[in-house]
């Protein structure tokens, strides 16, 4: 499996790494104009973050839940095969989910010891430090998706006691195929219980990645077009 394979006649670098970066710099030449192209944009994206926000928020009431019911099969001495390892998913989509909302209020580690010098340093070096982690995001984002796909490739599964009805390995598959394979897909599919294939809880790792570079970048454009970060930690005292 080729890593920068073509996509739409160009290497999937230049998709990823160049056009961002020549958006940042028209961002640089026109402020002006970039401010009124991407306004709209901005808004749709704050959406975006926010309902990644609240799936972060759901799979954690998730979380709350499973531990509620492994504590009441506990004391009536019933059976929770896969409890932990469902826990476990729930964490991860949480984690993940969570990772482009939290960085638009702020809520990730920035070191601004420099930041605070003066208003140059504050706005090249928080540039500066913003590129270099849009670009590292985006690498992760890229191989993130790529672990999902070979995953699916070798119908890796779980090692542990947790199992799905087989229609909703069914159900997800549909949104990564073509409409005239959905045919195939449920025609394949049978009624019994089978061990979850590890793609499925990869999902959200894969999604919350590429939000996250997403943010990263938005966030970098809307940097060089005000001349001043909007990413605002809250005060904690």
């Known amino acids: 499996m080729r890593d920068w394979q073509p996509f739409l006649g160009l290497p999937l670098w230049v998709w990823l790494f160049v056009f961002p970066t020549l958006l940042v710099a028209f961002c640089f030449v026109q402020r002006d104009t970039a401010g009124r192209l991407l306004h709209p944009v901005w808004r749709l994206l704050d959406r975006v973050y926010l309902g990644a926000g609240v799936i972060a928020a759901f799979f954690m009431l998730v979380i709350l839940v499973l531990i509620i019911a492994q504590m009441i099969a506990r004391w009536s001495s019933v059976s929770f095969p896969g409890s932990t390892e469902y826990a476990g998913y729930a964490m991860a989509a949480t984690s993940f989910f969570a990772l482009a909302y939290a960085l638009t209020r702020g809520a990730h580690i920035r070191v601004s010891i420099f930041l605070n010098m003066n208003r140059f340093t504050l706005f090249w ?75 499925i809880p990869q999902l959200p790792m894969s999604i919350g990645t590429v939000l996250l570079a997403i943010a990263l970048w938005d966030n970098l454009t809307r940097l060089i077009i005000n001349q001043k970060t909007s990413i605002v930690g809250e005060g904690v005292e």
């Open 125 to 199: 070096l928080d540039a500066f430090a913003m590129l270099i982690a849009s670009i590292t995001a985006t690498y992760f984002a890229r191989y993130a998706i790529k672990t999902n796909i070979l995953s699916e490739m070798l119908n890796d599964r779980t090692q542990g006691q947790d199992y799905i009805p087989e229609w909703v390995v069914s159900f997800i598959s549909m949104f990564g195929n073509w409409p005239s394979k959905w045919g195939d897909i449920w025609a394949n599919t049978g009624s019994e219980w089978v061990y979850t294939p590890i793609w």
